[in-house]
């Protein structure tokens, strides 16, 4: 599958101590220029958007019918063909269908054009997220952009229900079966969109098998959930802060999988208050480049320098 074959080990470990890296750091995305002075430090390839669409003739001139069916009984007959010119295969034909749609971006028409095409779909909803996960790694802004909102699109959250990440989690379970990395920009979408429905997802979906690997993570999560809870509800101040929660965080900032520091990542971003001293910084001189690139990338989201604002619960 296109974007997600990295060569490195399924759900791999990277430590999370500084070894030595100098970061020249300015606010909100500076790169971070490391120093190869120990040879041990783990080499982690980022994750760069390499993927791109050519455009499919016969898919194109359809499409371009299809944009412009005269009504809706013609539109359903034509959206009912597109399949069988790739002979069913819905993983050549959403390509081809973002593709066609970044060329028409500006048209009002065109997001309700998507949404309309893929509901004509008979294939199940985590073929579509199959297919669109990989376009995550597009080299077009407007390409990924368009992807992440029809991802959301299938995961059925509400303001009172989690995201459901069951389709993710089936992708990423595939990749470590098979011994890949599991997609970098599929990963990090999840954590950005919901962090501790994220961090249960890859508990799961990496295979996780011994009890002392797993509670800790769980309970983590749990503590620092139980934490937002009170403050939404009103249980405590919107700005509480919990010295065991504080704890939780600064056990997780040191786990060697880089997919549960990245939790730690997103949440002491979103939630200064939250976090351990010197927690940022030291996520900022990670190993692991993922996770760097991660710290800067949140902190640019909510709008707050990096190593700044490390407080701890009174």
């Not at 620092?224 to 405590?236: D, H, I, M, P, S």
Request: hydrophobic content about 40%; glycine content about 6%.
């Amino acid at each position: 599958m296109a974007g997600r074959n990295t060569g490195r080990r399924p759900c791999g470990t990277s430590r999370s101590v500084s070894l030595g890296f100098v970061l020249g750091l300015a606010i909100f995305g500076a790169t971070a220029q490391v120093s190869k002075s120990d040879p041990a430090a783990p080499i982690v390839a980022t994750n760069t958007r390499t993927v791109e669409i050519t455009p499919d003739d016969t898919y194109q001139v359809a499409l371009s019918k299809l944009f412009n069916a005269p009504d809706k009984s013609s539109f359903n007959v034509q959206a009912d063909q597109l399949p069988a010119l790739g002979e069913g295969d819905v993983q050549k034909l959403i390509p081809q269908l973002l593709w066609f749609a970044a060329q028409h971006h500006q048209d009002t028409r065109t997001h309700a054009f998507v949404g309309r095409v893929l509901s004509r779909l008979s294939a199940p909803k985590e073929v579509i997220v199959d297919a669109l996960a990989p376009q995550l790694d597009n080299r077009d802004d407007t390409v990924t952009a368009m992807v992440q909102d029809l991802l959301r699109g299938y995961e059925d959250r509400s303001a009172t229900r989690p995201p459901d990440f069951s389709a993710y989690r089936a992708l990423i379970e595939a990749d470590v079966r098979a011994g890949r990395e599991p997609q970098t920009s599929l990963v990090k979408f999840m954590y950005e969109s919901e962090p501790g429905t994220a961090l249960q997802t890859m508990v799961r979906a990496c295979q996780l098998r011994k009890p002392e690997e797993i509670k800790p993570l769980l309970w983590a999560e749990h503590v620092v959930a139980e934490l937002l809870w009170k403050r939404q509800y009103g249980f405590v101040e919107r700005t509480a802060a919990d010295v065991a929660v504080v704890q939780e965080l600064e056990k997780l900032s040191r786990q060697p999988q880089w997919w549960v520091r990245l939790y730690v990542v997103e949440i002491v971003l979103a939630y200064p208050e939250l976090g351990p001293p010197g927690v940022v910084e030291r996520l900022l001189e990670d190993a692991d480049p993922r996770i760097r690139e991660s710290m800067q990338r949140a902190a640019a989201r909510t709008d707050r320098e990096p190593g700044k604002s490390d407080a701890s619960p009174k």
